[in-house]
């Protein structure tokens, strides 16, 4: 055989086992159904009364389109770049979204706000969804999609769906770290391991509804986001380490629950999603990903700005956020969440393709 039948014939077979990958990825998933906070919002918050939004430029700029969806980013979020990867649409729409159809959210829906948190009173504080109503709206929604679809479709897409939960940080840089109540009630590990509780009891909520490909996502080493660091008085402009600790914890006490919840749930799988080491290895080594400006987020002075604070802060946001591994002073940029993406789909969602 010549080289050149050769190399023919090794792309083909590249070809083949490439397309079986892909097909065998889209086929074991019907749809990306989400809870979370503003990591995973893909817009729920335009239509409810809150300042949590980010349906303005500069957010969206680099999203189809450059349209300011409500993504707290400059483009696509973790979630969507995982419906991609599984065969689905390249983005997951907001379920109170207005314009889309149910027949588009049958291949998935995010019930996710920005700003919410596990503790209720978190989301109280920034008057946004709560994880309990999440989870309503997700009762009304297989309604509307038995409707649309049948009830044995409906059934199946419920039951192949793959769930993604990403909440946790606001109970504590807006709630716990923040506010004098929850220190009053309970002591650090405590107010964790009620989180972890919350968590256990939201995903054994989600699996009585019929979910039963369960991913829930740690916690990013939220003591290095920018705003952290410049509200860190002891050491300006540096990592809170009391914060990383707390995030820490609450992984720890997460992957285990998770592990067993894993073991109790019949005909379930549930994964726990590592996100900390990664997210450190990019803030102490940027460069090493691509990045030049990790102190500070992309829109305004990158040092405080999140929300409507980079709206009215737009005309200095910098020009390429691709060099940025924060978008503003608290969210990822969208070359972030795609790297983080990557990590989530070749490591915790393996068992799922």
């Known amino acids: 055989m010549s080289s050149e039948s050769l190399c023919y014939c090794l792309l083909l077979l590249v070809g083949h086992f490439s397309l079986s990958a892909s097909s065998t990825a889209a086929g074991k998933v019907s749809a990306i159904i989400v809870f979370g906070d503003s990591t995973v919002d893909a817009g729920n918050n335009n239509f409810i009364p809150t300042v949590a939004k980010g349906n303005f430029p500069p957010y969206g700029r680099d999203f189809d389109g450059g349209l300011a969806t409500g993504r707290f980013s400059n483009g696509r979020l973790v979630t969507d770049f995982l419906s991609e990867e599984f065969g689905l649409p390249s983005s997951v729409p907001a379920y109170l979204d207005p314009s889309y159809t149910i027949d588009q959210l049958a291949t998935g829906v995010s019930f996710a706000s920005g700003g919410t948190g596990l503790d209720y009173l978190t989301a109280k504080i920034a008057s946004v969804i709560p994880l309990s109503q999440q989870l309503e709206y997700f009762v009304e929604y297989k309604e509307r999609l038995k409707v649309a679809k049948g009830e044995s479709v409906a059934n199946e897409i419920i039951a192949e769906a793959l769930y993604i939960f990403s909440i946790g940080t606001n109970d504590f840089i807006v709630n716990y770290l923040v506010?004098?109540?929850?220190?009053?009630?309970?002591?650090?590990?405590?107010?964790?391991?009620?989180?972890?509780?919350?968590?256990?009891?939201?995903?054994?909520?989600?699996?009585?509804?019929?979910?039963?490909?369960?991913?829930?996502?740690?916690?990013?080493?939220?003591?290095?986001?920018?705003?952290?660091?410049?509200?860190?008085?002891?050491?300006?402009?540096?990592?809170?380490?009391?914060?990383?600790?707390?995030?820490?914890?609450?992984?720890?006490?997460?992957?285990?629950?998770?592990?067993?919840?894993?073991?109790?749930?019949?005909?379930?799988?549930?994964?726990?999603?590592?996100?900390?080491?990664?997210?450190?290895?990019?803030?102490?080594?940027?460069?090493?990903?691509?990045?030049?400006?990790?102190?500070?987020?992309?829109?305004?002075?990158?040092?405080?700005?999140?929300?409507?604070?980079?709206?009215?802060?737009?005309?200095?946001?910098?020009?390429?956020?691709?060099?940025?591994?924060?978008?503003?002073?608290?969210?990822?940029?969208?070359?972030?969440?795609?790297?983080?993406?990557?990590n989530i789909l070749n490591n915790a969602l393996k068992v799922f393709m």
Do not use: W
């Open 179 to 342: 506010l004098p109540l929850r220190p009053t009630q309970y002591t650090p590990p405590e107010y964790v391991a009620h989180l972890i509780v919350l968590a256990d009891t939201a995903v054994r909520d989600a699996y009585d509804l019929g979910a039963r490909k369960i991913e829930f996502t740690g916690l990013a080493p939220f003591g290095c986001v920018p705003v952290a660091r410049t509200l860190n008085h002891d050491k300006p402009g540096e990592c809170n380490e009391e914060y990383n600790k707390l995030a820490r914890r609450f992984n720890a006490e997460l992957k285990e629950a998770m592990r067993k919840l894993n073991g109790e749930l019949a005909g379930a799988q549930v994964v726990y999603a590592e996100t900390y080491s990664l997210v450190s290895a990019i803030v102490a080594n940027p460069s090493d990903y691509g990045f030049e400006n990790v102190v500070q987020g992309c829109c305004g002075t990158g040092l405080i700005e999140t929300s409507v604070l980079c709206g009215v802060d737009e005309p200095l946001t910098c020009q390429d956020a691709e060099k940025y591994v924060f978008f503003d002073s608290v969210h990822p940029s969208q070359r972030t969440y795609r790297i983080v993406a990557d």
